[in-house]
């Protein structure tokens, strides 16, 4: 699988699709700084063309790895309990309220602002 390198007028494109965030955190990304992501990865049959791509920081395409969109949206609801389950340090934040688990609903950023990827309409 071979990606094709995108221009510079690409990379603009999918950096402006989130208004210079990144798709999944939010978090603001300089445009140098961006990792362009592949929402469905190529792996699993997602198009190398920018419909499929999405602008994404370090962290969240590190983690996102080969994931497609509700793959990391499972694997980020999981950790909180993976947390609790593993972590004593975590079992003992909770307990005494320092640390609270707030939900396993995960909204990313582009969800908020209605961009779509490999056209698909985006549900909150």
Do not use: W
Not at 17 to 39: R, S
């Amino acid at each position: 699988m071979t990606r094709r390198k995108l221009s510079k007028s690409e990379r603009m494109q999918v950096h402006s699709k989130c208004n210079g965030h990144c798709a999944y955190c939010g978090k603001e990304i300089e445009y140098k700084d961006m990792q362009v992501d592949h929402a469905k990865p190529l792996r699993k049959g997602g198009a190398d063309e920018l419909n499929n791509m999405l602008p994404a920081c370090r962290s969240c395409n590190h983690y996102k790895a080969t994931l497609d969109v509700e793959g990391f949206r499972r694997y980020l609801a999981g950790i909180a309990h993976r947390l609790m389950r593993d972590n004593v340090p975590f079992q003992v934040a909770t307990r005494f309220g320092i640390v609270r688990h707030m939900g396993d609903d995960v909204i990313f950023y582009f969800e908020r602002l209605g961009v779509e990827y490999d056209g698909k309409e985006v549900k909150i």
